[in-house]
């Protein structure tokens, strides 16, 4: 299951030149689904277009993450992969960083797709994977496998550049693509 998130009003994290996460977020996610499919994976995407998940014209985040954890509810048997983009308020952090949900399962996959992230695209990120505390509703109350994608910092210039470029996107794509595979590999 891969999860873009915010969509429609909710645009997440916004950069000094006016990106905005959730468009990135829905490249890479889009991409990684793309990739996936090729492998023969089911996957179920949270949105393929600049929506949210909420039931009717106004955008209620509670609903949106009910109806999210809801998907993760009906499919257990699957794996939930959320991909973000950070934004911090020092132009100096860089690099990706994935967050898991309770339980080994989801750390070995977090843990798969930090080292494909920093043995194929980020060889000088030093970022570490960190389980999520109730803060991230989603994860924090996860009933499969989970992990949370953090793929950059907005407020990092040149990562910025980067993420905004589509060749870069694919390879993020692709690295987060590798881990999933790798995980059902030794799994």
Do not use: W
Request: charged share 20%.
């Amino acid at each position: 299951m891969a999860n873009s998130p915010h969509g429609g009003e909710d645009g997440g994290a916004v950069a000094a030149d006016g990106t905005v996460e959730k468009d990135i977020n829905l490249k890479i996610a889009l991409q990684t689904a793309k990739f996936l499919k090729l492998y023969g994976f089911k996957v179920i995407m949270t949105r393929e277009t600049d929506t949210n998940t909420c039931n009717g014209d106004s955008f209620i985040k509670r609903e949106d993450l009910e109806n999210r954890l809801n998907l993760m509810k009906q499919n257990p048997e699957s794996v939930f992969v959320s991909i973000h983009l950070n934004k911090f308020t020092t132009s100096a952090a860089k690099g990706s960083q994935v967050f898991y949900s309770n339980g080994d399962a989801a750390k070995a996959l977090g843990e798969i797709i930090q080292k494909s992230i920093i043995k194929n695209l980020q060889n000088e990120n030093k970022r570490v994977n960190k389980q999520a505390t109730s803060s991230t509703y989603l994860l924090y109350n996860a009933t499969v496998p989970a992990v949370l994608v953090e793929c950059g910092f907005l407020s990092n210039q040149a990562e910025l550049l980067r993420l905004k470029d589509s060749a870069y996107q694919q390879k993020l794509a692709f690295c987060i693509t590798d881990g999933i595979l790798q995980y059902f590999k030794e799994s």
